[in-house]
């Protein structure tokens, strides 16, 4: 199953919500109207107003929504305020940590994608993961690293978030879900390192990351993006498969298969194309 394609999915605090313009101009693949840690708790109601306001004025917009987590008492409202918006595609809970939370979530019959950032939420990431109305996953690895008391910026922490990852990973997978998001990269000026993380993370098997400013959007973009060479090479397999009509052949003196043939695919997914379109993609390259 192709799930639509999620590298950068940006922030946009609700109390500012004359960013969102800004957001959804960025470029990035989801833009995320926070109701949660970016907005102060005496703001809460009015942020939430000011979202359903900028929704009503803006019907063409669609947007993703974090809510308050299940624990607070804005929850079920920031609840109710997403139910029934056309503009509204996408619910991000967060601190999620059991079934009964993320089945109340989907009651608003949106699709939901649980935050795993606490210890609890990663340990029930697999009952998580197979809940009915979850889209995909996202890890809040700075939220589980405070949970955890994790050091930051060190070795041993980062140990202990990638054991977080692989679960993260693998859930998504066993339940058949759109690739994981990782978590936020916080250095806004750090582009090199950004460009490391969001690689890294690519290398992994996650979709995509989350992200805290636009100037991070392309840098996520372009570590997302297949490899020139690993593009050709993924035409030129879907092409040769299609000449041969066959399930097993060789190409360039290695044989291609069907796992193979699978992650050629893969490749033209990420790169925003479509196997169909491949060969002559190929053949328009010289390839």
């Not at 949660?36 to 359903?52: G, N, P, Q, T, W």
Request: glycine residues 10%; contains cysteine.
């Amino acid at each position: 199953m192709m799930h639509p394609v999620v590298r950068s999915a940006l922030f946009v605090p609700a109390s500012r919500a004359e960013r969102i313009p800004k957001a959804l101009a960025a470029g990035a693949d989801a833009v995320i109207v926070d109701l949660e840690d970016a907005v102060e708790h005496l703001a809460k109601a009015s942020a939430r107003e000011a979202l359903c306001d900028f929704l009503g004025m803006h019907p063409q917009a669609r947007l993703w929504v974090r809510i308050n987590d299940a624990s607070t008492s804005w929850h079920d409202d920031d609840l109710k305020a997403c139910r029934g918006k056309l503009g509204v595609t996408g619910i991000l809970l967060p601190k999620a940590e059991s079934l009964g939370q993320v089945r109340h979530a989907a009651q608003t019959g949106l699709p939901v994608i649980p935050i795993l950032e606490t210890a609890q939420g990663i340990l029930s990431a697999a009952e998580i993961a197979a809940t009915p109305g979850v889209a995909r996953l996202a890890f809040g690895s700075l939220d589980y690293g405070l949970d955890l008391g994790l050091t930051p910026d060190t070795p041993g922490a980062e140990t202990v978030l990638d054991h977080a990852r692989v679960q993260v990973l693998l859930h998504t997978r066993a339940a058949g879900l759109a690739p994981a998001l990782d978590g936020v990269f916080p250095g806004v000026q750090d582009q090199a390192g950004l460009a490391a993380a969001a690689g890294r993370a690519q290398q992994m098997g996650f979709g995509g990351m989350l992200c805290i400013h636009p100037t991070q959007v392309p840098v996520i973009h372009a570590a997302f993006v297949p490899a020139r060479q690993e593009l050709e090479w993924a035409r030129r397999v879907i092409a040769a498969h299609r000449d041969t009509a066959a399930g097993t052949f060789m190409l360039e003196g290695k044989m291609v298969d069907a796992p193979v043939i699978a992650r050629a695919r893969l490749v033209l997914a990420q790169a925003g194309e479509s196997a169909g379109a491949s060969a002559g993609a190929s053949r328009a390259s010289g390839a």
